[in-house]
């Protein structure tokens, strides 16, 4: 019998009006989200935060082979950089997506054991072993009446937050 391995990961988004949305996951501090060309400050947007999930999966990847292989990792360091085309049917994709990691080892057989895992990390890594998908969406769609948007809008003025009951539905704020 073939043993596989399943993890689930799961995050909640709360869209905050004029001022963006608010991200959520399991015990995680929150992330202030705005769009693609966000002019509100501190916020990140979706596309930064896939560049930098696939640069963040990329060490992580890294540190596994380097720990199995016993290689001392002195340094680590990197940067990122995807180029996003919107093509004549209106569909973006994504050109590149460039991940630069700045590593320093102690000797030569190290620095050899630390470039062949980068050559063999784009097959392994994030995201061409994972993103071979295409997202299912599946919406619930709401009818409020008056009072419920009342309620809404009263516990934006005091910051609560709606918490979610199971299915994905506003059940209430969090006090």
Do not use: K
Not at 89 to 109: K, N, S, W
Not at 135 to 162: C, F
Request: hydrophobic share 40%; glycine share 8%; charged share 25%.
């Amino acid at each position: 019998m073939t043993y596989v391995a399943i993890t689930e990961f799961e995050t909640r988004l709360q869209w905050r009006s004029d001022c963006g949305a608010q991200l959520f996951g399991e015990q995680t501090p929150s992330i202030p989200l705005g769009g693609q060309n966000s002019d509100l400050e501190g916020q990140w947007n979706p596309e930064a935060l896939l560049v930098g999930a696939v640069e963040g999966r990329t060490l992580v990847a890294f540190l596994e082979q380097v720990r199995a292989l016993g290689v001392e990792v002195l340094f680590y360091q990197s940067s990122a950089v995807a180029r996003r085309v919107d093509g004549p049917d209106g569909l973006p994709h994504y050109t590149d997506l460039i991940v630069r990691p700045h590593v320093a080892v102690r000797d030569e057989t190290d620095a050899t054991a630390v470039r062949r895992i980068f050559d063999a990390l784009p097959e392994r890594c994030f995201p061409s072993s994972m993103l071979r998908l295409t997202p299912r969406i599946e919406p619930i769609v709401d009818i409020w009446d008056e009072q419920h948007a009342a309620a809404l809008e009263e516990d934006r003025r005091h910051g609560r937050s709606w918490r979610f009951m199971e299915g994905g539905r506003a059940a209430g704020y969090e006090p």
